[in-house]
């Protein structure tokens, strides 16, 4: 099993930054990927930012620019920077991992963390 425990939401103002973290722990094996997906009030879940094992990334078309996904593998850690923060990227904001080891590949969530932006 990985646990993952997200931290670093909270409330912004319009064109402020915030750094969300997301650590995995737990019997972990081999972390592939490493992803924030987030949830705005009557929105379906969609996927704003992933990194791989060889570091590379995707990005949401509308985060491109102002985000920055990393990743410290010896920490089991993976961070999004939010820079220029929108009114419209008010949501939770939900860490993911895909992890392989002995019982296969699997996709962990973690409880997701508040991000307000205000306008």
């Known amino acids: 099993q990985v646990q993952l425990v997200e931290s670093g939401g909270g409330l912004v103002q319009a064109g402020g930054s915030l750094r969300l973290s997301c650590a995995a722990s737990g019997s972990i094996f081999s972390i592939n990927v490493m992803g924030w997906s987030r949830q705005a009030p009557g929105k379906q879940r969609e996927l704003v930012a992933r990194i791989f094992n060889g570091a590379s990334t995707n990005y949401a078309d509308s985060v491109k620019g102002r985000f920055t996904i990393s990743r410290d593998n010896a920490k089991n850690t993976v961070y999004l920077q939010m820079n220029s923060l929108k009114p419209e990227d008010t949501g939770v904001y939900y860490c993911?991992?895909?992890?392989?080891?002995?019982?296969?590949?699997?996709?962990?969530w973690g409880k997701g963390t508040l991000v307000t932006v205000s306008s």
């Open positions: 993911n991992v895909r992890h392989s080891g002995p019982l296969g590949t699997m996709d962990y």
